[in-house]
């Protein structure tokens, strides 16, 4: 699989080897030649981190991922398109509006999501999990 997006966990997990990925979502990660991680991502992990659900070094450890050379992941950055497709993602099936833009950013570049989000999954776009 050439392209594939990542949720905020999904993302984090793969960077950390973490048995929580299943071997589908790990394996999708593992063959994608791109990975787009959401802008939001970042803001929703400085989030965590606030609320103490996260350590504090998690956000340097992916943004120093995002400058190795040949890395595979990606920031995708929150633009027009992406704003628009949010208008496919019902609020009603994903209420978290940082779940909304992940999964309009999935859509809006036709990539599967790695998510093991349940709302995400059962909203109608393409996921791994």
């Known amino acids: 699989m050439s392209l594939v997006a990542a949720d905020t966990h999904a993302a984090l997990w793969y ?5 929580r990925l299943t071997r589908a979502a790990g394996a999708a990660l593992d063959g994608a030649k791109r990975i787009l991680v959401p802008s939001i991502c970042l ?22 991922e995002f400058e190795q050379p040949g890395t595979t992941l990606q920031m995708s950055a929150l633009d ?30 036709g990539a599967p999501l790695v998510t093991r ?5 059962s909203c109608g776009i393409n996921t791994i999990w």
């Open 80 to 109: 027009l398109g992406i704003a628009l497709a949010l208008q496919e993602i019902s609020r009603f099936d994903v209420p978290d509006l940082p779940d909304r833009v992940i999964a309009a950013t999935a859509l809006f570049y």
């Open 117 to 121: 989000d349940a709302k995400i999954r």
């Open 15 to 19: 960077l950390e080897d973490d048995k």
């Open 43 to 64: 803001v929703e992990i400085t989030y965590l981190v606030e609320k103490g659900r996260l350590h504090p070094a998690v956000l340097p450890r992916l943004i120093a």
